[in-house]
């Protein structure tokens, strides 16, 4: 058992470690548009974290710290701005930004203008272009360049306030803006959003962030619960439904269903755990429904693993009402947990493997209930038609 649950850690370890892998150097495609648009001395380039962005740079030291920089995403229709800047800070955040927006005209034409986020505009209130206190010169932007949205400048920065080795820069992507007064509406309140910041130092190019430990610690969450809560559990239920006595006779069944449940619980719970403490620290939002939903299953759920002690003898007389309860809790349990399954999966958004991930296992579960539940009417059928044979009185013909 122990040696089985050290091969399942490290596997789970690596498995988690495989989703946060991602190439950290930009694409061919955005570095020869950088070379196209003038920017070929940005020897730095990077892809970012979140909403397919990428991010290049170039250093030059003078009295004051020159950063020639390039940003884009990859073009879509219903993108209306796209925006770039830093913190002075003491971390990378949206509120104190000094951010450069290109807001897409519908021409085509991308207009850059240089933008000041403060605490107002987190509340929703308008944000129109304004001056920062540092310079941005050769502000640029384009769309529809090799299928990419860039924008571009050069900032003169105070080394009082800003360490190129600890730079926090944050960037964003926006569905609706006003074109004529180049305001940029409020961003989509998803992960992808919420975690577009970065700590980057700027000479090595590794970037730290607090977005980045909350998706390692995401992907977690997700793969406990998708076992745990997902998997396990169901199995165990199969496991009680099919292999009891009728059709299949098991002596064994009520161990496997017992692992089966306490494996799943220990799991879900670790990954419950982990979700509670990702939306403690999530200071900027909150999925209370999912939330909610998971609480009701972390507590039902216990109360389904009290069984194991606190369940009636075979002989009391209140055991068939007893039987009723857990088999009834049992199956509302498995229904809430697919639901909120899909509900986690959605704040994912846009990422759809999770989806399909989950779909496969609830395939793979409902293929195999189907095929017992048919092999136990046909074999019930036929039991019931040799019961009625054996009933059935010969008729006596001879005269």
């Keep these: 058992m122990c040696t089985s649950t050290k091969s399942f850690c490290l596997s789970l370890a690596i498995l988690s470690l495989l989703f946060t892998i991602a190439q950290s150097s930009c694409s061919d495609a955005f570095r020869d548009l950088m070379t196209r648009e003038g920017r070929g001395n940005n020897t730095s380039c ?6 397919g962005a990428e991010f290049g740079w170039n250093v030059r030291q003078n009295r004051s710290t020159i950063i020639d920089v390039s940003f884009g995403v990859r073009q879509r229709n219903d993108i209306r701005w796209i925006a770039w800047g830093v913190n002075p800070g003491n ?53 529809n360049t ?7 400048g050069t900032l003169v920065l105070d080394t009082k306030f800003y360490n190129v080795e600890k730079l926090n820069h944050v960037w964003q992507v926006g569905y609706d803006a006003d074109q004529e007064s180049l305001e940029p509406k409020m961003h989509p309140p998803t992960l992808q959003n919420f975690d577009s910041t970065e700590t980057l130092n700027l000479t090595s190019g590794v970037g730290q962030g607090v977005g980045h430990h909350r998706r390692h610690l995401r992907m977690v969450h997700g793969i406990l ?14 496991l009680a439904r099919y292999f009891r006595k009728f059709p299949v006779d098991w002596k064994k069944w009520y161990f496997c269903h017992v692992g089966c449940q306490i494996l799943g619980y220990i799991l879900g ?60 809790l049992g199956y509302a349990l498995l ?52 019961k009625d044979k054996k009933e059935t009185p010969q008729t006596n013909t001879s005269g």
Aim: charged share 15%; aromatic share 14%; with cysteine.
């Design 46 to 51: 990077k892809k970012l974290s979140t909403l």
């Design 91 to 143: 971390g990378p955040e949206m509120v104190g930004t000094r951010a450069i927006i290109g807001v897409i005209q519908k021409n085509g034409t991308v207009v850059v203008r240089t933008y000041n986020i403060t605490s107002n505009t987190k509340l929703g209130c308008q944000l129109f272009p304004s001056t920062i206190e540092f310079r941005v010169e050769n502000m640029t932007g384009a769309s």
């Design 146 to 152: 090799s299928g990419y949205i860039t924008i571009s």
């Design 225 to 238: 619960n998708m076992i745990g809560w997902g998997t396990l559990l169901p199995a165990g239920v199969i």
């Design 269 to 328: 719970t670790a990954g419950w755990a982990v979700g509670l403490w990702l939306g403690h620290a999530s200071r900027h939002y909150s999925f209370k429904t999912h939330r909610l939903l998971a609480i009701f299953i972390f507590t039902f759920t216990t109360l389904q693993m009290l069984a194991l002690r606190l369940r009636p003898k075979p002989h009391d007389d209140y055991r068939k009402y007893w039987d009723m309860y857990h088999h009834f």
């Design 335 to 386: 229904a809430v947990i697919a639901i909120n399954m899909f509900r986690g999966i959605a704040i994912l958004k846009p990422d759809h493997t999770w989806k399909w991930a989950y779909i496969g296992v609830l395939g793979v579960l409902a293929a195999v209930t189907l095929a017992l539940e048919i092999f136990t009417w046909t074999k019930f059928f036929k039991k019931d038609d040799k």
